[in-house]
C-alpha cells in the first residue's frame, strides 16, 4: 500500500524546536519531489516547503524561510522538516505529501498529518 | 489573504451542476498549471485535478476542471452528499518561488 506516515508533533514553547519525520513505504520514494503542507485549526491548507528528487533544491515559504529546513534520507524512504525558534503562528496540522511524478507540485498522495502547538 | 482567490462558499441540490472559480495572476495560474484538491471534514487533502483538467485514477468523471489566462474554474456535475467537502486550487507561484494556495471553497449539498 502507498502511503506516508508522519510524526513528530506535539507541544513545544515559542522559541522551541522540533524535528517532524514522514516515512514513506509502498513507492519508489526518490523518484519523487516531496512538500510539507500545513493547516491551523479551522483554517485552509498553506504550503510551507519543497525538496527535489536528490535533495540538492529546497524551497520555502516566506514565512518560514530561515527557521524551518526540509530534507530526505533516500536511503531510509523519510522525508523531514526540523523545526526551529517556532511561534505560536506555526501551530497547525503539518502534512508531508508527494508530488506525482511526472510533476513537481500536484501532491497526489497525503500522510495523516501530525499536530504541531506552540504555546507556553 | 490568499494571492489566489476562491469563493468562500457554494453550494447545490443533488444532481445539480455546480463550479468553483478560482482567480489568480500572471505570475500563478497564468504560467503554470492548476490542481484541485478536496478535503472531507477531519481527513487529509485529495488531490482531484492536476495540471488544469486532468484526473487521477479514481477521481470519477463527474469532476472536472479548466483553465483559461489567469483564471481556473473546478466543475461537479451530478452532485452527490458526499461532495459536500472544502475544495482548494493551488499553483506555483514564479516570483514567491512557491506553491500557493486559494483559500479554500466550502461546498454545501442542500
Known amino acids: 500500500e502507498v502511503q506516508l506516515v508522519e510524526s513528530g508533533g506535539g507541544l513545544v514553547q515559542p522559541g522551541g524546536s522540533l524535528r517532524l519525520s514522514c516515512a514513506a513505504s509502498?513507492?519508489?520514494?526518490?523518484?519523487?519531489?516531496m512538500h510539507w503542507v500545513r493547516q491551523a485549526p479551522g483554517k485552509g491548507l498553506v504550503w510551507v516547503s519543497r525538496?527535489?528528487?536528490?535533495?540538492?533544491?529546497?524551497y520555502y515559504a516566506d514565512s518560514v524561510k530561515g527557521r524551518l529546513t526540509i530534507s530526505r534520507d533516500n536511503a531510509k524512504n523519510t522525508l523531514y522538516l526540523q523545526m526551529n525558534s517556532l511561534r505560536a503562528e506555526d501551530t497547525a496540522v503539518y502534512y508531508c505529501a508527494r508530488a506525482v511524478v511526472t510533476t513537481r507540485n500536484a501532491l497526489d498522495i497525503w500522510g495523516q498529518g501530525t499536530m504541531v502547538t506552540v504555546s507556553s | 489573504q490568499s494571492v489566489v482567490t476562491q469563493p468562500p462558499s457554494a453550494s447545490g441540490t443533488p444532481g445539480q451542476r455546480v463550479t468553483i472559480s478560482c482567480s489568480g495572476s500572471?505570475?500563478?495560474?497564468?504560467?503554470?498549471?492548476v490542481n484541485w484538491y478536496q478535503q472531507l471534514p477531519g481527513t487529509a487533502p485529495k488531490l482531484l485535478i492536476y495540471d488544469n483538467s486532468q484526473r487521477p485514477s479514481g477521481v470519477p468523471d463527474r469532476f472536472s476542471g479548466s483553465k483559461s489566462g489567469t483564471s481556473a474554474s473546478l466543475a461537479i456535475s451530478g452532485l452527490q452528499s458526499e461532495d459536500e467537502a472544502d475544495y482548494y486550487c493551488a499553483a506555483w507561484h514564479d516570483s514567491l518561488n512557491g506553491v500557493v494556495f486559494g483559500g479554500g471553497t466550502k461546498l454545501t449539498v442542500l
Open positions: 525538496i527535489n528528487i536528490d535533495g540538492s533544491t529546497t
Open positions: 500572471s505570475s500563478n495560474i497564468g504560467s503554470n498549471s
Open positions: 509502498g513507492f519508489t520514494f526518490s523518484s519523487h519531489w
